[in-house]
């Protein structure tokens, strides 16, 4: 089916922990995201990538990196996990502002 | 950064009613998205409008987009169960026409049967 993979689904992480957050997309856009999603507060975004190669802050990248990968793959890395990164991550694409299509989240606990 | 302020926080309907709710900016929108999200699910777009004064329906969905461009509205008609979620008003800030997206807060929907 197409649309946006992400993986993995759930995670629970000890405070200071790294981890990368995956996300694929087969719809052939050329823009990716990264969304935070915290009760109340919307869609937050945090990394953003208009096209392979180039990669922008969005509104809340502190304690966060991203890799665009190639045009298929955006990763969202946590290089110290902190408990205020404890959220639901939704990763998303588009190109040429139709077609957002977002992918099932990632629920991330840090403790 | 720019907010859109949508409204109602939350609803609780009966079964067959219809629902309206609004989202509200301070500066202008090109493209205005309204969005789904079921529990434990990313959002699913529903409506997608570009252009002041665009009415768009999707079934029971009817969106407008405003002509002042600062504002959009949701309506549901004949509700049922399966409606339940919250929705999410979306667009491109500072008045651009695609990119990345400025959300609302979300109004939760609860239909009782």
């Known amino acids: 089916n197409a649309g946006v993979t992400q993986t993995p689904k759930f995670q629970v992480l000890k405070t200071g922990q790294s981890m990368t957050l995956q996300c694929a997309q087969d719809m052939n856009h050329n823009s990716m995201y990264w969304y935070r999603q915290d009760p109340g507060m919307g869609l937050r975004l945090i990394y953003y990538?208009?096209?392979?190669?180039?990669?922008d802050k969005g509104e809340v990248p502190n304690g966060y990196n991203v890799s665009r990968l190639n045009k298929r793959e955006f990763s969202l890395r946590l290089e110290s996990a902190a408990p205020s990164q404890t959220s639901v991550y939704f990763c998303?694409?588009?190109?040429?502002?139709?077609?957002?299509?977002f992918g099932s989240g990632t629920r991330l606990t840090v403790v | 950064g720019q907010q859109l302020n949508q409204s109602p926080q939350s609803m609780f309907i009966q079964e067959g009613e219809d629902v309206s709710m609004n989202c509200t900016s301070s500066?202008?929108?090109?493209?205005w998205l309204w969005y789904k999200q079921d529990p434990g699910e990313g959002p699913v777009l529903l409506i997608a409008?570009?252009?002041?004064?665009e009415l768009t329906s999707n079934g029971r969905l009817t969106a407008q987009f405003g002509i002042t461009r600062k504002d959009s509205f949701l309506n549901i008609s004949a509700s049922i169960p399966s409606d339940v979620g919250i929705y999410f008003c979306a667009g491109p800030p500072g008045g651009t026409s695609y990119g990345k997206l400025t959300f609302g807060q979300g109004t939760i929907l609860t239909v009782h049967p």
């Open positions: 998303a694409s588009s190109e040429r502002g139709r077609g957002y299509t």
């Open positions: 990538s208009a096209s392979e190669g180039t990669t």
């Open positions: 500066s202008i929108f090109n493209t």
């Open positions: 409008l570009y252009k002041a004064g």
